[in-house]
């Protein structure tokens, strides 16, 4: 009978527990939980490194568990942004999918070793203006504006001398700015030279016309020699063949000879006037062809990488309006200009009829580079240039960024190129960026100046401590031990008297807290500790 009892009872207790554990009321209750509870992200039970952001399957057939925002935010740690595995360049503010694998970008918590750059309060962020901007892989294309001046081409100048003495007779070219064409007549010059070698050579022509009937070959041939002596003292006194010719023909020399151009130009200078004596070698007319000019353009030694021979330019006047010529880049000089800093680079244009690019005019000269640079470029107002160091600041996410150092290349259209610290896909300040980096700065000053740095707990430790004594240590001393603890604070002149005949506490890292009471101190938590 007794046995009965204990398992009818037994039986009764079974049901009992059944009903409390299986019934709606529990499983509903069970269900208004899980519903209030939000889900931030599903990770692998056995390598909680993976996460993702939808339900999945692990490798080894077990399901992705949820991890609710309760779970989240009840624990020490909290998540700041998110980074990819493989990447970690590559961050964001919210969970998602890396864009160059693929995988579940991994959580970054806070006070972590994976965690950079400083957090700035949202509202802060808003204040400030921050506005952030991607960054890519860009063709980078450069237009160079530089102010030109024309000159002349100076394998285009021309000199007209003489090779002899004499008394100019007639004048053509009598004024200066003349067009002269090749071969027309710039002025007569009487010569005493000139004359005795006209004579010399009719006295040859005439010798040698008689020994063509003489039948000793040798009086032939010294003839022959005789003639072509002369002839040739007139030709390299520069007298045309057609002089010569007509000299053969009347047997008659002249006073005077014609001297011509021996190019086409304007007379840039004129150094003689009519009646002039001149002498072997003076110069005598300055002969110019502006058909082509060369135009010298000023660069600024940074734009020298996207110069190159043989490159087009646009020339502009302000005086042709809507007007362009087209130049090329003929030659770079090798020096620079010790004063401006700057290269010369000289342009030849070909010139209008009209003579529309006159010598000594200024110009404005555009030079597009067919160069181009594909590179992660970043714009010129996100980097911060301090003259010994470059800085950028990047936006991890959840209002933490970075400021980083970052080497810099060639400028172009607004940008400039990164060669080392950003990758593409990163998100750059390209706003108010000058603040965060002040801000950045101030955090680590005053970390250095309160000496956490030198505590051996950090910062964490310390804050963690302060909540574990928050509510309770605070309770447990009086009021009138905090009273006097907030006096000796402001009071900094009695901080170091003892009361008559008393104990006085401490704390190790603020000495300037001073109790007569064991008890926690009131700026970090820890134990006050009894002063020696």
């Avoid at 209750?29 to 939000?38: L, Y």
């Avoid at 991994?106 to 962020?125: F, H, L, M, N, Q």
């Avoid at 107002?381 to 470059?390: M, Y």
Wanted: proline share 5%; aromatic share 8%.
């Amino acid at each position: 009978m007794k046995i009965i009892s204990i398992a009818f009872i037994s039986i009764v207790v079974g049901l009992g527990v059944g009903w409390i554990i299986f019934s709606p009321v529990s499983q509903e209750s069970s269900a208004v939980t899980n519903a209030e509870r939000k889900i931030m992200y599903y990770r692998d039970p056995m390598n909680p490194q993976n996460t993702s952001v939808t339900p999945r399957k692990a490798p080894d057939g077990m399901d992705y568990v949820p991890v609710y925002e309760e779970a989240s935010t009840a624990g020490e740690k909290k998540i700041a942004y998110y980074h990819d595995p493989m990447h970690p360049w590559f961050t964001s503010d919210k969970p998602g999918k890396a864009p160059d694998c693929g995988m579940d970008l991994v959580p970054v918590y806070e006070g972590g070793s994976d965690a950079k750059g400083i957090k700035i309060d949202p509202r802060t962020i808003q204040n400030m203006g921050v506005k952030t901007e991607p960054v890519s892989i860009q063709t980078l294309t450069k237009e160079i504006r530089a102010v030109g001046k024309i000159d002349f081409d100076e394998t285009r100048v021309y000199n007209v001398n003489t090779k002899y003495m004499g008394w100019i007779e007639k004048l053509y070219a009598d004024y200066t700015g003349k067009f002269i064409k090749k071969g027309e007549a710039l002025m007569e010059l009487y010569s005493p030279d000139l004359v005795n070698a006209q004579q010399e050579y009719l006295q040859a022509y005439g010798y040698k016309q008689q020994m063509e009937q003489s039948s000793l070959d040798e009086m032939k041939k010294s003839s022959s020699t005789l003639l072509q002596s002369a002839k040739r003292k007139l030709m390299y006194w520069d007298i045309p063949e057609s002089d010569i010719a007509e000299l053969e023909k009347t047997g008659k020399f002249k006073k005077t000879m014609t001297i011509y151009s021996p190019f086409e130009g304007i007379v840039m200078e004129k150094m003689v006037v009519k009646g002039q004596n001149v002498m072997t070698g003076m110069e005598m007319f300055k002969i110019v062809d502006l058909s082509t000019v060369w135009i010298y353009a000023e660069i600024y030694q940074f734009e020298l990488p996207w110069i190159k021979l043989n490159q087009d330019a646009e020339i502009e006047l302000s005086y042709y309006p809507g007007k362009a010529m087209k130049g090329k880049i003929t030659y770079i000089y090798p020096n620079l200009n010790m004063e401006s800093r700057t290269a010369r680079v000289r342009i030849e244009v070909k010139n209008t009829e009209a003579i529309t690019l006159k010598p000594e005019m200024f110009v404005t000269v555009k030079i597009k580079s067919p160069i181009s640079v594909k590179t992660i470029a970043v714009p010129e107002q996100a980097i911060i240039r301090s003259g010994e160091r470059n800085i950028a600041v990047i936006a991890l996410g959840g209002g933490f960024f970075d400021p980083r150092e970052v080497k810099l290349g060639v400028t172009a259209a607004g940008y400039v190129q990164v060669l080392e610290g950003i990758h593409d896909g990163e998100s750059i300040v390209v706003s108010s960026q000058f603040l965060i980096d002040s801000e950045s700065n101030l955090k680590a000053a005053i970390s250095q100046m309160s000496g956490k740095t030198e505590i051996d707990t950090g910062h964490a430790a310390m804050q963690t401590k302060m909540d574990e004594h928050k509510g309770h240590n605070m309770k447990d001393s009086s009021a009138t031990s905090v009273k006097e603890n907030m006096e000796s604070m402001h009071n900094h002149g009695d901080m170091e008297k003892k009361s008559d005949g008393k104990q006085t506490y401490t704390c190790e890292m603020h000495p300037e807290v001073i109790s007569d009471k064991p008890g926690d101190c009131p700026k970090c938590g820890m134990k006050l500790r009894q002063k020696k």
